[in-house]
């Protein structure tokens, strides 16, 4: 945004607030918009292997580009020219020249790469691979390092400081935020977070480091400096992708199965605003000037949601390709625009809603206070009563009194007769102490039939020791079960290919994914790929292609066994 925020210095008082003033607020804010061109956001369509170039303004992508296998983490450098997209069936990064939209340029990097992060001075692109991060040198398009992160085994997200001296990783397994030493390309170590954390931001000062705990939907805040957990705290179900607003003062988290995105005001320390964006929102970023959030929805048809951040209220909503699961850095500004100034109105917006809370709540503290005058009035009138009346009970008192002194001469011959009943509970002990015996003679019955007891369960046991090599014999007899269903699924593929081979293979395939997923969850990557081979031989076996079904279900069949031997 081009404006200077030309606000008069007394706006930032609690005086002379009138609703002229709030009305004039708000007609700047129901105007204001993005001077010259929008920002773009790049957006990663999983299951489609194509980049959206989505354009705030128009109702449907600018340009579709095609990437690698199931691209997930985006970024886009500081002067908005190279977008990076990591595809993690690949092993590869695409780099997408903006001016054009085409991909030029593809390198390798490690196995799985996740998240991608550009630093402040476009000079270096760091991805996130499953073991180690990839150090691109973005003049070459090289890479130029390979820095191991012992201990981390499902890496997610990765973002750098904006001084590019520290990378941090998110490892949605070993519960824990890795960092990295950026000068050196050396692994510093791991602080603990949530569960399963996913998304993470640095704010603009690289103070501050927000992560998303997907599984105990927390968001965690960490000091940069001594790398320690300040704080953490509930935001919704879920919490998946995070984005901090250029001025540092907004925190966004995208909430995956709440359908939200709630807005976390860093100076008041709480959650302001929840934003429904729709279903499934995954990744979240900021345009450089904080006028725009965008969101991306993570469904079948998947979708942008397009927020104004002065508002927050959704302004547009851009369909793209298929399970759009983009999250880092993927907006890109318009190069040479200057800072926006709708994160310093929106904290304005609200500092005056809250001043005529404030007012009004003034106003009903005096009228209260009013009414609790009138009624300490008769409070104290009341009092008066009650003295009156508990020097009444005073004298009462005195008389019960004097009516206790006769009860205690009439409880003092009562005591007499207690002794007498003494005497008789003595004769009935004795007879009590009788019966204790024979009550001993029973225990020691029970003792004799709990030896019997332990007996029969020595040769339970005994039993119970046969039990392991049994079930080592079954699980022999399993394991050769298996093999003959291996050996039968490769005579079935070997043979002639028909609808029976095909159908034949089909159910092979589908138990065994069945237990792969059992094993490692939908999420894991190689379970993911069975799936869509598995859906591919569907696809021929309901075309009639049979041939090319026996091959996608075998190949399913195979990456499924993979994940299950692993």
Known sequence: MKTKCPLPKRFSGTRGVSGILIALLTLVLSTASVAGAAPFAYVSNFMSNTLSVVDPTAARPIATVTVGQLPLGVA???????VYVANSWDGTVSVIDTASNTVVATVPVGTNPTGVAVNATGTRVYVANQGTVSVINTATNAVVATISIPGLRQVFGIAINPAGSRVYLSDTAANVVGVIDATSNTF??????????????????????????????SLSVIDATTNAVLSTMQVGTFPIGVAVSPSGSFVYVANNLDGTVFVYDVAAGAIVRSIDVGLSPYGVATDPTG?????????????VSVIRAATNTVVATVRVGENPEVYGSFVAGVPGGT??????IAPLQRQIADLQQQLMAANQTIASLGRQNSDLQGQVNTLTNQVNNLQTQVNNLKTQNATLTT????????????????????SQN???????????????????????????MADLQK?????????AKLKGDLDTANRMIASFVKRIVDGKTDINVATAVRDAASKMLIEAIAKAGTRDLRVRRAQAEYNEGLAALRAGR?????????????????VLRR
Not at 546 to 562: C, I, L, S
């Open 76 to 82: 886009v450098n500081p002067s908005s020219t190279r």
């Open 188 to 217: 510093m170590g791991v602080l603990a977070v949530g569960l399963a954390p996913m998304g993470l931001a640095v704010d603009p000062s690289g103070t501050r480091v927000y992560v998303a705990n997907h599984d105990d939907s």
């Open 291 to 303: 006028a725009f959030i965008f969101v991306a929805q993570d469904r079948a048809l998947g979708t």
């Open 339 to 344: 800072a926006s100034c709708d994160d310093q």
């Open 407 to 426: 009860q205690n001469t009439a409880l003092t011959s009562q005591n007499a007769t207690l002794t007498s009943q003494n005497a008789t509970l003595t």
């Open 430 to 456: 004795a007879t009590l102490t009788s019966q204790n015996t024979t009550l001993a003679s029973q225990v020691t019955s029970l003792k004799n039939q709990i030896t019997g007891l332990q007996s029969q």
């Open 463 to 471: 039993q119970l020791g046969t039990l392991p090599a049994e079930n």
């Open 546 to 562: 049979y041939f090319h079904a026996v091959r996608e279900f075998r190949e399913a069949y195979d990456t499924a066994e993979h």
